[in-house]
């Protein structure tokens, strides 16, 4: 059966195009300021920037706590990795791998040590200075220490020295992936022996200091004025937490706000041109994904799974939402590995209703988990298309901390969704301990495999591959490749475009003096 025509696509009431932002809480533009008059006018002034400025962004998910190293959840990483927390290397919002902490690095011929030299002058905000101790202390606490997020990735990491400012890591085996782990969560240096209580305190080495944070309302981060780099171009940014998409809207037309991110693209042309407010769109490695139990009958019966999926129109799903691009697989376009899966899920009512008559579930009901503040648009289609092949669909919302507590720490759900903003983290499908609860040894070999290779091309053949395999095995649904779109006032430059979702450095953010 054909898929019903429908667009990729949904962007009628675009009228700019800039690439690439992130969608559960922001994206954002750089403004192009350019005036001139007729015939022989002389260059355009630049405005001028105020550096005393407060900038205003409106957020939707706020963190439950601000321990980077052991709470789950993108919040935090979008607000706190670059801004106050960095690692020796970091990454652009591109995925191109950059030294912050070192000046530099290399790797040895073998792709078995990697040595980073460490910046001079630098100091916490608290006042510490940073050492290589303090670098060999943070990486192998994260690598030692359970519970930390993200640890497990310098688990091959089975020597940390440093030798003057140089720092040594060795590895068991080559892993392509190391240098991109070290600009994520285990790869963050704190001050050796602080006793900060980094559930609502911060010290880290960034261009901005913790200032305040406001439970159910807002965070904000201050210029630290000892930092080692570039100095931050605004005092303060106040990140405003606006769960409710028509509520944030309503902020940013009363001027409460300079950029609202994640804004809902049915309510955008609210803000198209209003007192000069302009949109941008972005393309993001966030996958809407629909997990399906592997574990709890019936869901996880084959022929439950292959009927769930045949159910789906992917293109219906993103035109609702009014922005974004169909996905069927678990690695985004911009991800090492990517290929297009449409084949792999062709729309089939007919067989899915057969295929449910054959697992002897022709009146299945199932729950739906999904946290609140992504509305009801998804949920809505669902209950929808799954009615229409005799799935009675209950729709869970909650707040997101209960979802992380149910779903991702409890596994206990039928079918869950949220979108995963992560770059680069297919590791989960081989992972069976992942609340996906997936376990394909084959999928497992071949993403081993990747990670011990040297050779791009190889990587992004054996990604593909296990990337086929878990979509074949039905493992989850991938409702779409999200694009979120993001308004900003005039005379804002500099604020970052892409990647949002992961992290948003706001250390070049301008602000035009009025």
Not at 458 to 485: H, Q
Request: charged content about 20%; aromatic content about 8%; overall charge negative.
């Amino acid at each position: 059966m054909q898929r019903p025509n429908a667009p990729r696509r949904a962007r009628s009431f675009r009228k700019t195009s800039i690439a690439a932002i992130g969608g559960l809480a922001v994206a954002a533009l750089a403004l192009s300021a350019c005036t001139g008059g007729d015939g022989d006018a002389g260059p355009s002034k630049s405005p001028t920037v105020d550096p005393n400025a407060v900038l205003t962004v409106g957020l939707v998910l706020e963190p439950k706590s601000l321990d980077i190293r052991t709470v789950s959840g993108a919040p935090l990483e979008q607000v706190l990795i670059d801004n106050v927390y960095q690692g020796l290397v970091t990454r652009t919002p591109q995925g191109e791998i950059e030294p912050a902490l070192a000046s530099k690095y290399e790797i040895s011929s073998d792709n078995l040590t990697y040595t980073f030299t460490l910046r001079e002058g630098i100091t916490f905000h608290k006042g510490g200075e940073l050492t290589p101790s303090d670098v060999v202390s943070s990486l192998e606490y994260a690598r030692d220490t359970e519970g930390v997020v993200e640890g497990s990735t310098l688990a091959g990491a089975t020597s940390i020295v440093a030798d003057g400012n140089d720092i040594a890591v060795t590895l068991t085996k080559p892993d392509a992936n190391f240098l991109w782990n070290l600009t994520g969560r285990a790869g963050l240096i704190f001050d050796e022996g602080d006793t900060t209580a980094l559930a609502t305190d911060a010290n880290g080495t960034g261009p901005f200091t913790l200032g305040k944070w406001i439970q159910g309302d807002s965070i904000s981060l201050d210029r630290f004025d000892g930092y080692w780099g570039e100095p931050a171009k605004i005092a303060e940014a106040v990140l405003k937490y606006i769960p409710d998409f028509t509520a944030g809207v309503n902020a940013m037309l009363d001027g409460s706000l300079d950029v609202l991110t994640a804004v809902d693209p049915n309510l955008s042309s609210q803000l198209d041109g209003t007192d000069g407010i302009e949109l941008t769109f972005g393309t993001t490695t966030d996958k809407g994904t629909l997990a399906l139990t592997n574990t709890r009958a019936p869901p996880n019966d084959p022929r439950v799974l292959d009927a769930l999926r045949n159910g789906v129109v992917h293109e219906a799903i993103v035109e609702a939402l009014g922005a974004g691009n169909t996905l069927y697989g678990p690695i985004p376009p911009t991800d090492p590995g990517y290929e297009d899966l449409a084949k792999l899920v062709p729309f089939d009512p007919d067989k899915a209703k057969a295929l449910l008559k054959e697992a002897g579930q022709e009146d299945l009901e199932l729950t739906l988990t999904i946290p609140s503040f992504y509305g009801t648009t998804v949920s809505t289609v669902l209950v929808s298309m799954y009615n229409d092949i005799g799935v009675t669909l209950k729709v869970n919302a909650v707040e997101f901390n209960t979802w992380l507590e149910d779903v991702y720490t409890n596994k206990d759900y039928d079918l869950s969704f949220v979108l995963h903003v992560e770059p680069r983290d297919f590791g989960n499908w081989a992972d069976p301990e992942y609340y996906f609860n997936y376990d394909n040894p084959k999928v497992q070999q071949l993403y081993a495999e990747a990670m011990a290779s040297t050779d791009q091309a190889k990587v992004d053949a054996l990604l593909a591959e296990a990337a086929r395999i878990v979509s074949s095995d039905n493992a989850a649904d991938w409702l779409y490749n999200a694009e979120t779109v993001t308004a900003l006032r005039p005379g804002i430059t500099g604020f970052q475009v892409d990647s949002i979702n992961a992290r948003i450095n706001l250390a070049n953010v301008e602000v035009a003096s009025e």
